[in-house]
């Protein structure tokens, strides 16, 4: 499973952005998804969740309610809206991958990882 993350960049305190994530190779062995990120001298944290089949979600308390993760299984593409940005939200998005939901939304050691995408938020 290859992961690309795209749609990082920088924005201002309150503007949106949405990340994308293409995967390749999808099989079962990743059907939770995940977003994570890491922070300038922060550890890597989970941001939210979703499966391939059931399109289960779940969220970080820090992004609930401003944040949306979303999948489209034809394009094999999972997406993270991000709207009312936060300075504290910058850092370096992250998708991941795995067979466990429960991998994804506990732990920050998914199977698979993409390379990471900026996102810098102004005050």
């Known amino acids: 499973v290859q992961l690309v993350e795209s749609g990082g960049g920088l924005v201002q305190t309150g503007d949106s952005l949405r990340l994308s994530c293409a995967a390749s190779?999808?099989?079962?062995?990743?059907?939770?998804m995940g977003w994570f990120r890491q922070g300038p001298g922060k550890e890597r944290e989970f941001v939210a969740a979703?499966?391939?089949?059931?399109?289960?979600?779940y969220y970080a308390d820090s992004v609930k309610g401003r944040f949306t993760i979303s999948r489209d299984n034809a394009k094999n593409e999972v997406y993270l809206q991000m709207n009312s940005l936060k300075p504290e939200d910058t850092a370096v998005y992250y998708c991941?991958?795995?067979?466990?939901?429960?991998?994804?939304?506990?732990?920050?050691?998914?199977?698979?990882w993409g390379q990471g995408t900026q996102v810098t938020v102004s005050s």
């Open positions: 991941a991958a795995d067979a466990d939901y429960i991998v994804v939304v506990t732990t920050t050691t998914p199977h698979f």
């Open positions: 190779g999808r099989s079962f062995s990743a059907d939770a």
């Open positions: 979703i499966t391939w089949t059931g399109g289960n979600t």
